[in-house]
T-cell receptor, first 111, second 117 residues
Framework: GQNIDQPTEMTATEGAIVQINCTYQ??????LFWYQQHAGEAPTFLSYNVLDGLEEKGRFSSFLSRSKGYSYLLLKELQMKDSASYLCAVSYGGATNKLIFGTGTLLAVQP | GAVVSQHPSRVICKSGTSVKIECRSLDFQATTMFWYRQFPKQSLMLMATSNEGSKATYEQGVEKDKFLINHASLTLSTLTVTSAHPEDSSFYIC?????????????FGPGTRLLVL
């Protein structure tokens, strides 16, 4: 079956660093995505990993270990506007590239 | 980045009526579009995959006769919720995948909030 696990909620302080973990078990793997979703809005694309290792993009970095079925999203220099849900999603299904989403991690950034 | 629009953004309808939601890729061609549903405090659940010029592929448990999908062009897919009932009230989100991009990055529309009375 398909399963993606993330912590439900996290709290962090403005200016700090936070790491959001994601573990997955899927039949097939084409890549792993992280999306940010503010309440009542659609998800916005943050990062994509297909090879093992760290992908850095500004304040956001994402890591993947395919052998461990594990990824994390690292947010640095947290800002209040980073308060949102962070969705881990795995692409599978060959050429179709369907996405299965985790339940999301609701991050609250406090002053 | 790629832009996807949805219309309408919000709709309220009476039970038994049908509602059509449009999803457009504005600055790229999308051979594949996806339709998701999201209930409050839950994650996105894939309903169906819409391929241009062919029939949509529905996920298990999604009634194809209730959720009609048409992908008439490379920039437009529509979802029609037929004979809507209160339990169909949800946040419907489409996504589109740019045909040139490897890896299948999906760009999401702003969503349509449906309330069935």
């Amino acid at each position: 079956g398909q399963n993606i696990d993330q912590p439900t909620e996290m709290t962090a302080t403005e200016g700090a660093i936070v790491q959001i973990n994601c573990t997955y078990q899927t039949s097939g793997f084409n890549g792993l995505f992280w999306y940010q979703q503010h309440a009542g809005e659609a998800p916005t694309f943050l990062s994509y990993n297909v090879l093992d290792g760290l992908e850095e993009k500004g304040r956001f970095s994402s890591f993947l270990s395919r052998s461990k079925g594990y990824s994390y999203l690292l947010l640095k220099e947290l800002q209040m506007k980073d308060s949102a849900s962070y969705l881990c999603a795995v692409s599978y299904g060959g050429a179709t590239n369907k996405l299965i989403f985790g339940t999301g991690t609701l991050l609250a950034v406090q002053p | 980045g790629a832009v996807v629009s949805q219309h309408p953004s919000r709709v309220i309808c009476k039970s038994g009526t049908s509602v059509k939601i449009e999803c457009r890729s504005l600055d790229f061609q999308a051979t594949t579009m996806f339709w998701y549903r999201q209930f409050p405090k839950q994650s996105l659940m894939l309903m169906a995959t819409s391929n241009e010029g062919s029939k949509a592929t529905y996920e298990q448990g999604v009634e194809k006769d209730k959720f009609l999908i048409n992908h008439a062009s490379l920039t437009l897919s529509t979802l029609t919720v037929t004979s809507a009932h209160p339990e169909d009230s949800s946040f419907y989100i489409c996504s589109a995948r740019e045909r040139r991009l490897a890896g299948g990055t999906q760009y999401f529309g702003p969503g349509t909030r449906l309330l069935v009375l």
